[in-house]
């Protein structure tokens, strides 16, 4: 079954949590791991993951923790969650370009789903791509949604 991991999914809270703070405060991943009741060493490694690509910027000291490091419009969630995860794929024998790898998967050349799988993968990327923190934020605040 298709579904977010904790890491992607852990990610995601945190980002959104950071991105709804003022300009100037940081929270540190203790603090965040208490409010959602996440496993703080967990979610201490993703986000070291989420710094070390540049999504977030880290501040030492008493005061310290962690604050976005460009604005919440210009993170999409693809690139997200590939920081995290590695190339989104439906199936093992997808490529990043959307074609298949016959040596990926020994159906590949007769496989009968392959081309709406493709199809598939290059739709939900492309959504995902055009998604944004910013705009998965926006949802949260939405009483509709």
Do not use: F, W
């Amino acid at each position: 079954m298709l579904s977010m991991t904790k890491k992607s999914g852990y990610g995601l809270i945190a980002l959104s949590h950071l991105a709804k703070l003022p300009d100037s405060e940081l929270a540190s991943a203790r603090r965040i791991a208490r409010e959602y009741a996440i496993p703080e060493a967990l979610l201490m490694n993703v986000m070291k993951k989420l710094s070390s690509v540049g999504y977030l910027e880290s501040v030492r000291g008493a005061r310290g923790g962690y604050r976005l490091s460009r604005p919440a419009s210009d993170l999409s969630i693809i690139d997200i969650l590939e920081s995290l995860e590695g190339p989104l794929r439906l199936a093992e024998c997808m490529t990043e370009d959307d074609t298949a790898d016959l040596s990926r998967c020994k159906m590949a050349s007769q496989c009968p789903i392959a081309r709406p799988i493709h199809r598939l993968n290059s739709q939900m990327r492309e959504y995902l791509g055009a998604m944004t923190l910013a705009d998965l934020v926006a949802e949260q605040a939405d009483p509709v949604a």
